[in-house]
């Protein structure tokens, strides 16, 4: 449980530091054409905040878990408890789409990762399609026989001077995972490099569990 501290302790400071947030916002009022901006800012202020300490003391990612609250409470809320309700409009489809790519931006990513990739297999179809003449007999230059089990990830999160121990720390996360799998060891090792805020970066290491 101790491992988990830090963890924890980002979780409730996003928390606290997002609640804190919207109670400002509505106290003075601190709207914009007819929109509270805490819809958008606490979660924001939240997933930074907990994104921050889990990077510095935790060394990995928490996933907003503080933002997804936030966004929940402050939407409630907004929703039901005040004299003036929300009411649909413009802005706020748009400040709604902005605090829940704020509160959920693993999802949202996904889902528009998802698309890009759909999108792109459309477009490669209709490339291949053209190249074989429509009967699908292009090569794909696999050879069956390998003993790949699966995608093993890794990840780590820290400050840019730490790369190199980063790194370090991604790979051996993504060699667990592939244990985990029932893998030996992995192929095809991948590192990437992601900023995400200010003096913080994310190292993900993927590859080829093999058994």
């Known amino acids: 449980?101790?491992?988990?501290?830090?963890?924890?302790?980002?979780?409730?400071?996003?928390?606290?530091?997002?609640?804190?947030?919207?109670?400002?916002?509505?106290?003075?009022?601190?709207?914009?054409?007819?929109?509270n901006i805490?819809?958008?800012?606490?979660?924001l202020l939240a997933g930074f905040i907990e994104s921050y300490i889990a990077g510095r003391k935790y060394g990995a990612s928490t996933g907003a878990v503080s933002a997804i609250l936030?966004?929940?409470?402050?939407?409630?809320?907004?929703?039901?408890?005040?004299?003036?309700?929300i009411k649909w409009n413009v802005f706020t489809v748009g400040g709604l789409l902005l605090a829940f790519q704020a509160a959920f931006p693993?999802?949202?990513?996904?889902?528009l990762a998802a698309a890009i990739m759909?999108?792109?297999?459309?477009?490669?179809?209709?490339?291949?399609?053209?190249?074989?003449?429509?009967?699908?007999?292009?090569?794909?230059?696999?050879?069956?026989g390998g003993a790949g089990i699966g995608i093993a990830v890794g990840e780590a999160v820290g400050d840019p001077q730490d790369l190199d121990e980063l790194r370090k720390l991604a790979v051996e996360?993504?060699?667990?995972?592939?244990?985990?799998?029932?893998?030996?060891?992995a192929v095809d090792i991948q590192l990437k490099v992601t900023v995400i805020g200010a003096d913080i970066i994310a190292v993900t290491a993927t590859g080829t569990a093999t058994g």
């Open 1 to 35: 449980m101790r491992r988990y501290r830090w963890a924890v302790l980002a979780v409730l400071a996003g928390l606290a530091v997002g609640l804190a947030s919207a109670v400002v916002s509505v106290r003075f009022q601190l709207v914009i054409f007819g929109f």
């Open 118 to 144: 759909y999108a792109l297999g459309l477009l490669g179809k209709g490339v291949g399609d053209r190249l074989s003449g429509g009967d699908g007999t292009v090569p794909l230059g696999y050879e069956t």
């Open 106 to 111: 693993t999802t949202v990513n996904f889902i």
């Open 38 to 43: 805490m819809y958008i800012i606490s979660p």
């Open 173 to 185: 996360r993504m060699l667990s995972d592939a244990e985990a799998m029932g893998g030996r060891g």
């Open 70 to 85: 936030v966004f929940l409470s402050v939407n409630i809320y907004g929703w039901l408890f005040p004299a003036e309700p």
